[in-house]
Each structure stands twice: as C-alpha cells, then as structure tokens.
C-alpha cells in the first residue's frame, strides 16, 4: 500500500450517556460509537466504510475532519497528528478536507455559483479568482448551464453535484463522501459515483465513502472496512471481501448487492419450469469463467440451460453466478458435476424430485 494520508491507531470516541445531568450523576452508559479502530487509508485510492445505521460510520470519517475529537488513540491526517491540537491548527487540516452529505446542505438563499463560491470567499479568494475557480469548477462537475439558479429548481443529482463543486473549492486532498448518493435513485446514484471516480482518477484526491449500500461499494471502492458497533470487522480489497466475506454482516451485504443467486422462493419456482439437476456456479476471475463451464458441460455430453444469474463487475473485475439447468443420463450430470467442481464452487440444488439444500459457500 501507498503512503497513508489517514491512519487510525485504537481511536475510540464515546460520547456521555443520555439524559440530564442527574442521570449522568448516576452514571448513564456512555455510547463507544468508535471503539478502537486502527486503520490506514492510503494517498489516491477510494476507501468504502459499509456498515448499518449506528454502527459509527459518521462519527469515524467526523474524526478525520476533526468536527469530533477522540476519546482515546489517535487519527493522523496528510502527516498531522490531530490528537489534542488547538482550533487554530485544526483549521489548516480542514482545510484540506472536503465534505459532502446526504441532504446535500447548500445554502437555499444563494445560486448554484454562489453556494461553490462560499468556501473561496471564506478563505478570502479575490472576485476575479472566485469566478474563474467557480467557472472551472462547474464545467468539471457538468452543471455549468445551472450556474444562475437556486438550489430549489434543481433535482438532487444536480444539488450533489453542486455540494461535490463546493467540496473541491479549495483543492482539497481528501473527499469524505457520508451517504452522498442515499437520498439518490439508482441511476442518479450510478451518475454520481462515476463523478466521484473522476474526483479521485482525474484529481487524484483520496475519497473515503460511507455507506451503508454494498452496491456503492461494488461499483467504485478499491478497498472496504466493515463496520459493527464501533468496531472494524472486516478489512480488505473490495473484490477479495466480496468473493469471501468472512463475518455474518458482510455476507448480508454482499448478498444485497449482487442478487444472482436465486432466494428459497425462486428455487422454488425454478424447480416447478425445471425438470433436470439445478446447480449454481460461481464465475469470477480465479474460479471458472462462463466459457470453461460450458466446456465441462459439452465434454461429459450434458445440456445446460441458464436459467437464473448474472455476471457483474466488482472493483472492475467480473464477478457473479449462473443457474443452470443440467439435463442429460444422470451418470453424465454425475460426471458433469464433478468437473465443475474442479474448476469452480457449485451449489447443487438437485431436481424438483429429489431437492437438495445445501449451504451455499457466501
Ligand atoms: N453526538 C452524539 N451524542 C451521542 N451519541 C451519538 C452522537 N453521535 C452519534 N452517537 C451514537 O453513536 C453511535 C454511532 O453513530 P453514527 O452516527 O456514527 O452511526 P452511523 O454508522 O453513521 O449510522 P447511520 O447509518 O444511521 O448514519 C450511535 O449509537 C449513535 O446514537
Ligand atoms: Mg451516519
């Protein structure tokens, strides 16, 4: 990995327990919404933070921008230790940082210019410098026709459009993306994401995603923590997580995200079309490509129908399963089942007559 512009040593953040002052007195747990977590981002990739609500993905990327302080452990950013540092040498570090939300929070009372001119003028651009900055800034984000009009008259992949401008304003090394595409449809979603790869291959700035979508995370991220309660549960390069999630809670995501493998129901309705043995194989780039499968098929003198799946791409690379329908004498479907197992992982779900239920391998 490449030099790290965010590393997290044991940070924890707990924030005092609910209530007045009184239930504080008879001491109200406090809320470890971080809870040790020692990571490393590094310089120029797109880094994902998966998790369900409350796990403490906002408050672990608020660290980085120092809106929260640690309770415990420490959070470096671009080489500075924010541990204990003063507001006036926290203002420098967010300086650098640029932040973009899910309700998108621009300023209703000013145009799509004004609201990416805002951060320029704060940090005293002149007039001239603004407009021309503005100006660029809104033809790479592809909004520069919208640039005269009020946040209200646009649609939310505009106004992210414009929050993601602002962001940038001031060159920011680093994005922090919280649930940036949530509050977005799917195609809209997919727009906004191909933005955020430009942001990061084009300018070559560091984003960090939180999300709690592992489609979000199949599309763009290079590598993913996993959170639950505070805590960091699984870590690595996107596609390795995704072909073999090792904790519960990254299974329920990975299954979420690439639906190409039929549900009970629809194994159901498969075996009722579906006379002949139902398997589920794998296709991905280390296991069996859709061709080698075939081929096994055509060697052992078995028919194969697809009858279920798809085949995506995670991290770039394709990844996914097919249903087939095998029909053929059962010692060829035998035959056929073992080859497929040497070349891949299968599911076999047996016939409509004889089911099998056998634990899928993800
Ligand atoms: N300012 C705060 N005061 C008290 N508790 C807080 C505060 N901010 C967060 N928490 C608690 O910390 C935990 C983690 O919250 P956080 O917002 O980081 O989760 P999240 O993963 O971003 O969830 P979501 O997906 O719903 O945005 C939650 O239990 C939350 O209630
Ligand atoms: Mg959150």
Redesign the pocket.
């Known amino acids: 990995m490449s030099q790290p512009i965010i590393s997290f040593r044991d940070a924890v ?1 707990e ?2 327990g ?1 209530g007045g002052r009184r239930r504080a007195r008879r001491s109200a747990p406090a ?4 809870d040790g977590v020692t990571l490393d981002i590094a310089a120029g990739e797109i880094f994902g933070v998966i ?10 990327v ?1 660290l980085v921008n120092a809106l ?1 302080t640690t309770t415990a452990g420490s959070v470096v950013v671009d080489g500075t230790d924010l541990t204990g540092l003063s507001e006036a040498r926290l203002r420098p570090v967010r300086a650098g940082i640029g932040m973009i939300f899910q309700q998108f929070n621009l300023l209703r009372s000013r145009t799509v210019a004004g609201n990416v001119a805002y951060p320029l003028e704060v940090a005293g651009w002149s007039r001239t410098d603004r407009d021309a900055r503005v100006a660029e800034l809104l033809a790479f984000v592809g909004i520069a026709d919208k640039a005269a009009a009020y946040p209200s008259a646009l649609s939310g992949g505009q106004k992210q459009r414009v929050g993601i401008a602002r962001a940038l304003a001031t060159n920011p090394k680093i994005l922090l993306a ?2 940036a595409t949530s509050a977005l449809d799917p195609e809209t979603t997919a727009d906004v994401l191909a933005l955020l790869q430009r942001v990061n291959r084009e300018l070559g700035i560091t984003v960090v995603v ?1 999300t ?1 979508e592992m489609e979000v995370v199949r599309s763009i991220c290079h590598r993913v923590a996993v ?1 639950e309660r ?1 805590r960091v549960v699984e870590l690595g390069d996107a596609y390795r997580v995704f072909s073999a999630p090792q904790q519960p809670v990254t299974r329920r995501f990975v299954a979420s995200a690439l639906r190409d493998q039929p549900s009970p129901a629809v194994l159901d309705r498969l075996r009722g079309r579906h006379p002949g043995r139902i398997v589920t194989v794998r296709v991905d780039e280390v296991s069996g490509s859709s061709a080698q499968v075939m081929e096994v098929l055509a060697d052992r003198g078995v028919h194969g129908t697809i009858v279920y799946g798809g085949i995506t791409e995670v991290a770039e690379r394709p990844y996914g399963s097919l249903t087939l329908e095998l029909s053929g004498d059962d010692a060829a479907v035998h035959a056929a089942l073992a080859g497929l197992r040497a070349v891949t992982s299968v599911v076999d779900h047996g016939t409509a007559a004889l089911p099998v239920t056998e634990g899928s391998d993800r």
Do not use: C, N, Q
């Not at 809320?31 to 971080?34: D, E, G, H, K, T």
């Not at 796990?55 to 672990?60: E, P, Q, V």
């Open positions: 953040k924030f005092p609910r809320v470890r919404a971080v998790g369900y609500s409350g796990a403490g993905k906002s408050t672990l608020r929260e919280d649930e939180i709690h959170m505070g």
